[in-house]
């Protein structure tokens, strides 16, 4: 008998887990019982939702499989049962089983609305799907006899079986076309789920996920986590040792996909402290944290690793103290603040921080504070997100009160609340897109914080960008690199400053502007064209030239083993900078708020413009060695040349 696991990934540098888990679980189990495979053929088939649906469904028949299980979430339920539905139309007797959060509630009305669908696993896979498999195959084994049909052909008749509402955990249709479901699935101890990464080329070129522990503690309205409140944890050794194993393979990226890895301060400390111990200097652990519960002696461990070993993703979601109290969030935000702060002062960590418009009681204006809130505490990343209404959760017991109004197709996004129109949702929309092109890109960290200090607030500014891109006409536009900093430097100069200033002052706000915007441009990239704002290049080329032949100057030697000029002069690029924007890039990689910066450094905006111009200092950009962070070059701000 052939049985399919089906995975519609997001993108194809995902990998699915739980498919995986319950491949390993069912061949590592029946080896055990029965010693061998025994004639089961069991694969895994991953696709991504940017696949052909037509093509997915064609592969899919041609395995000619008795069973195919798919892994469902929220982001390809529509596309899944869109196959389910035409693989049915062509091979009627093949038996479809669906599994994964998006189907774990309403399973019966699924079942009732979707008569192409023979089961549902609700809950946990692995256990459940491994007892189906072995009926399914019991009953393969007497189809076989009886009528001489082939292993792995999808004519073998299971209708008439029985004994599946033996099995905990399912709904099921039986023969007589009635919906049945099971009781639920006792939990599994974490420990008994093979380690699948053993064998690593299939994950070629794929972000692997890792999971210590299921369930959370906490109670979160929006999050089906909440539905399982107790947290089950893999053996500490277990863990360690499998670490070490992907750490010795020297992969790229490990995620953990545990709801909220500190929980257990203890424990998530001593991981922390283990991969510090064991880093190979290339790989990156990725946890979804609590930051409130993060305390001084993680931020001493967190201070002692390598830049880039880890990334902490966490949920801030609101600052409204009557929203965190309605979603029922336990939540200390001036803690929160204070450790990312913390840990932004490093330099060494990369946080991405979420937000969550939407939720009860965040009206229009409170989101604008959340915004505001959020934006202080410095993350790398923030992501301005919107209220999924997920099946199962207690925020879609509460639509009716919230008034809310969502889509009834995936992902179940917001339009509307009693709090917040769709019109004012609209607005954050067009928000949430210029956050993701110029904030969350990295590609403008010195210029946007010069921009905030003419704006009453971050998200001001990012909403005024907003409204600029639609009045140009550029939001349904792809946009190249170059055309976005120009974008940026015509919206600041037409819409920020305006022509009510006088030619002096205009001048000298151009010439800081036009420095940061230009650094931050070579930062990431050595280009080969120059901006258009800075058509000519302003250094003379034998200056620039004998700058690399003498192996730079006594301010900065690039003198070292090996040392070849040629070299050098393509892997690095020299840029003048006013001595002010200078100044503004130091305070910011600081972490130095620049609103503080006294007038004796320079920065007053009633500064003399002759001496702002006369000031030129240089930055020289090293290609060859950059921040794990950012990607942005390794750079030196020297006199002179």
Same mark, same amino acid.
């Given at each position: ?23 390993? *679980? ?62 049915? @139309? ?39 799907? *491994? ?129 909220? #890895? ?38 001493? $461990? ?64 409170? #989101? ?33 009160? *919230? ?16 709090? $917040? ?7 954050? @929309? ?31 500014? #990012? ?8 009045? @140009? ?169």
């Amino acid at each position: 008998m052939k049985v399919v696991l089906a995975a519609l990934n997001a993108k194809y540098v995902h990998s699915n887990l739980a498919v995986f888990d319950i491949e390993a *679980y069912a061949k590592e189990n029946w080896n055990v019982e029965f010693g061998s495979y025994n004639g089961l053929d069991l694969i895994v088939k991953e696709y991504t939702i940017n696949h052909n649906l037509g093509a997915i469904m064609q592969s899919l028949y041609k395995e000619k499989a008795s069973v195919i299980a798919f892994s469902c979430y929220i982001w390809n339920i529509s596309e899944v049962l869109h196959i389910c539905r035409e693989l049915k @139309k062509v091979s009627p007797n093949l038996i479809i089983w669906l599994g994964g959060p998006e189907v774990s509630y309403d399973s019966e009305k699924l079942l009732e609305e979707n008569g192409y669908l023979d089961g549902v696993i609700i809950g946990e896979g692995e256990k459940t799907f *491994y007892e189906i498999v072995k009926l399914y195959n019991s009953h393969s084994k007497v189809e076989d006899k009886e009528e001489d049909s082939h292993i792995g052909s999808s004519n073998v008749d299971f209708s008439n079986i029985g004994d599946i509402d033996e099995i905990f955990g399912v709904a099921y249709r039986t023969s007589g076309g009635e919906i049945v479901t099971t009781p639920p699935r006792p939990l599994l101890s974490m420990d008994e789920i093979p380690f699948i990464y053993k064998d690593l080329n299939k994950f070629e070129n794929k972000i692997l996920y890792y999971e210590s522990s299921r369930g959370c503690p906490f109670s979160c309205s929006y999050c089906l986590s909440s539905i399982d409140k107790s947290v089950r944890f893999r053996n500490l050794t277990l863990v360690k040792n499998e670490l070490e194993f992907l750490m010795d393979d020297r992969v790229r990226q490990v995620k953990f996909i545990d709801r909220t #890895f500190n929980c257990n301060k203890k424990r998530a400390r001593e991981i922390w402290r283990y991969l510090s111990e064991k880093d190979n200097g290339v790989t990156n652990f990725h946890f979804e944290i609590a930051a409130d519960l993060i305390d001084e002696e993680d931020l001493a $461990i967190f201070k002692t690793m390598r830049p880039g070993l880890i990334q902490l993703e966490i949920g801030l979601q609101s600052t409204n103290s009557n929203t965190i109290q309605e979603i029922r969030r336990v939540m200390d935000v001036d803690k929160l603040k204070h450790n990312m702060l913390a840990v932004r002062k490093m330099g060494n960590i990369h946080q991405h921080l979420d937000l969550i418009a939407g939720l009860p009681y965040e009206n229009y204006e409170s #989101f604008v504070r959340s915004f505001n809130d959020a934006y202080a505490m410095r993350p790398n990343q923030l992501q301005l997100g919107f209220l999924k209404v997920l099946k199962g959760s207690y925020m879609e017991e509460q639509a009716e009160e *919230y008034r809310l109004v969502y889509q009834d197709e995936q992902p179940y996004e917001v339009l509307a609340t009693k709090w $917040i129109s769709y019109e004012e949702i609209l607005k954050l @929309k067009r928000v949430e897109e210029m956050v993701e092109l110029y904030y969350n890109s990295d590609q403008f960290e010195h210029v946007l914080p010069y921009m905030e200090t003419f704006c009453k607030n971050p998200f001001e500014m #990012f909403d005024r960008m907003g409204v600029y891109y639609e009045k @140009k006409g550029y939001m349904e536009i792809g946009l190249k690199r170059e055309m976005r900093y120009r974008v940026l430097r015509d919206f600041f100069f037409e819409d920020i400053i305006g022509t009510e200033m006088e030619n002096l002052r205009y001048e000298s706000i151009r010439a800081v502007f036009d420095s940061l915007l230009t650094f931050d441009y070579y930062l990431r990239e050595n280009a080969k064209s120059r901006p258009s704002w800075s058509k000519e290049y302003p250094i003379d080329k034998e200056i620039y030239n004998n700058f690399f032949k003498c192996g730079g100057t006594e301010e900065l030697s690039l003198i070292k083993s090996a040392y070849d000029s040629k070299v050098a002069a393509r892997s690095m690029h020299i840029e003048p900078v006013k001595e002010n924007a200078a100044i503004l890039i130091n305070a910011i990689d600081d972490n130095i708020d620049i609103n503080d910066i006294d007038f004796d450094m320079g920065i007053s905006k009633d500064m003399n413009i002759r001496d702002e111009c006369s000031n030129i200092k240089y930055v020289v950009y090293d290609y060859e060695h950059r921040n794990p962070l950012s990607c942005d070059a390794a750079f030196k701000v020297i006199s002179h040349l």
